[in-house]
């Protein structure tokens, strides 16, 4: 494939003002109660640019933003770039450490904050768990809650005069997108400008395959690099509408759908799960909708069965991960319908099955997914040892999945060499849950292992081993839990044992604990 992404503007916001030079009336945005052109999107990112120049930001700086999927997201995403600066993109749904963390790591100048987090990031900068980080309220009505913020984000914009023209190279630092680390804390995954193009084209040239005539439905957070890049990254590099809607409900995603004439849904499994399983998909009407795209975590087959009987629409699946900007692989790639796999790679994108001994493994054999492309991350912030653990010195990423290629040359995804689990699309690593459990002050062990689940494709299930003479109270860490993670990192449930299995040197045998139950 060629190279697109060298030949078209830089990044999303370079791409932003040149779609709003050829289509400037054409419709950006559209969400409930609002729509803003392309025209007036670029207008809004020029304001919001001079807003983030003038409270310093410009080059090599860092600005985080935990924002829902909104259009001040898109606004403040694209101004970021603009101004020459990393986002530093939060979801809102992290517990206050997990922000705290994120924020101070990334060595973030600003934080642009909404109302449903302002007051528990104020919190942490009062007591000085931020050190030097202004935070900004993203909007008015979220300035007066709780402690004073440093900067209201609406009165900047408005208040800004002119932007000055920053100019970036592909290879300037876009994005630090944090996932969970094997370690037990997030690493912030460098992606730089040239990634994030590389994959916007190479998801549009072989599977988000849409251009300006297209409406998309966006309800996943858009902190997420499957939603940032391949929905909204992608979408501004062909000029599509974006339909934002912060938060999935099944009926109302489907009205939405029919209202504004959806063409593509981009989707994870967790939102045709709940349709398939009584969303009122028969009753829908999706007349207009031409691609259904599910990314994130993989999706059973008897879904995407039941949704074609129900709708007659295929969905597409694909194969991705953060280093990766994400998307790698697609069903859309492939001759025919292959479910169950995870299709080809991306045009520009190699991919290469290794086995323990480093060689290429044989059709039909087991080996790790490894990924090499312009797609493919810098490494991790600060963090030098991952860095060389996941990247060769050629270039190519080992995912830590593993997989085959089946008789047609389709890869599937058969295991994963660590010990990820996926809720609802969202990476967790065991390590990270078991450090909270751990800290509890009456645990000796932890070992958090996933289960299946009809809704979420996997839940956390934790086996505690109590500390001698103590007794846990399971009560008390499932709060512990709710403090310091996410939601989506908290087991499902939290089983007593009076043992785990181990190896001899200790480590936790997780494929005994899934198969027996501990």
């Known amino acids: 494939m060629p190279n697109r992404s060298a030949e078209l503007p830089v990044d999303v916001a370079a791409r932003l003002r040149h779609t709003a030079a050829t289509r400037p009336d054409h419709p950006a945005l559209r969400w409930d109660g609002g729509t803003w052109t392309y025209g007036e999107l670029h207008a809004r990112v020029d304001a919001a640019t001079a807003a983030l120049q003038g409270l310093g930001i410009g080059p090599g700086d860092r600005v985080a933003f935990v924002l829902g999927t909104t259009p001040t997201f898109v606004e403040v995403a694209a101004a970021v770039l603009r101004a020459g600066a990393a986002m530093v993109p939060l979801l809102p749904g992290l517990a206050p450490d997990e922000l705290r963390f994120a924020i101070a790591d990334s060595g973030a100048e600003v934080a642009i904050v909404g109302p449903e987090r ?8 009062d ?3 931020l050190p030097g980080v202004r935070v900004i309220a993203a909007d008015t009505d979220a300035a007066g809650a709780g402690a004073a913020p440093d900067g209201v984000w609406e009165a900047l914009r408005d208040a800004a005069d002119e932007p000055a023209r920053v100019e970036r190279s592909h290879a300037d630092l876009a994005a630090l997108v944090y996932t969970s680390g094997t370690t037990g804390r997030p690493r912030g995954a460098m992606l730089t400008r040239g990634n994030l193009a ?17 409406t998309i439905l966006l309800v996943l957070p858009l902190a997420h690099i499957y939603s940032l890049n391949v929905g909204l990254g992608a979408s501004i590099t062909a000029g599509a509408t974006m339909v934002l809607v912060e938060r999935f409900d099944p009926a109302a995603c489907l009205d939405a759908i029919a209202h504004h004439g959806v063409t593509v849904v981009l989707g994870a499994p967790p939102m045709y799960v709940a349709w398939v399983q009584g969303g009122g998909l028969e009753h829908a009407d999706l007349s207009t909708v031409r691609l259904a795209v599910s990314g994130a975590a993989p999706l059973p087959v008897a879904v995407i069965e039941r949704f074609r009987e129900l709708t007659g629409i295929t969905i597409e699946e694909g194969y991705g991960l953060t280093e990766a900007s994400p998307s790698v692989a697609a069903t859309s790639m492939a001759p025919a319908p292959a479910p169950g796999s995870v299709g080809l790679p991306l045009p520009g994108i190699e991919l290469r099955l290794v086995g323990e001994d480093g060689r290429d493994v044989e059709p ?12 493919v991350f810098q490494g991790y912030w600060n963090d030098p040892a991952a860095t060389a653990a996941a990247l060769t010195p050629d270039g190519w990423l080992r995912t830590g999945d593993v997989g085959i290629w089946d008789d047609d040359g389709l ?4 295991d994963r060499l ?3 689990v996926i809720v609802n699309g969202f990476n967790v690593y065991p390590r990270e849950v078991e450090r909270v459990l751990l800290g509890s002050g009456d645990v000796a062990q932890a070992a958090v292992v996933g289960e299946p689940h009809p809704l979420t494709g996997e839940a956390l299930v934790a086996y505690v081993v109590p500390l001698p003479g103590q007794e846990v109270d399971v009560d008390a860490l499932e709060a512990r839990c709710r403090v310091h993670l996410a939601r989506y990192k908290c087991p499902s449930r ?9 190896t001899a040197t200790g480590k936790i045998r997780r494929v005994a604990l899934r198969e027996d139950g501990g």
């Open 127 to 129: 007591q000085d768990a």
């Open 411 to 414: 890869l599937h995804l058969v």
């Open 364 to 375: 039909g054999d087991e080996g790790e997914v490894w990924v090499r492309g312009p797609n």
């Open 418 to 420: 660590k010990d990820l």
């Open 118 to 125: 302002l007051d528990d990031v104020l919190a942490l900068r």
């Open 198 to 214: 590389a994959n916007q084209d190479q998801s549009l040239a072989g599977r988000f395959h849409v251009s300006a005539d297209d």
């Open 494 to 502: 939290i089983e007593v044992r009076d043992h785990v299995p181990t």
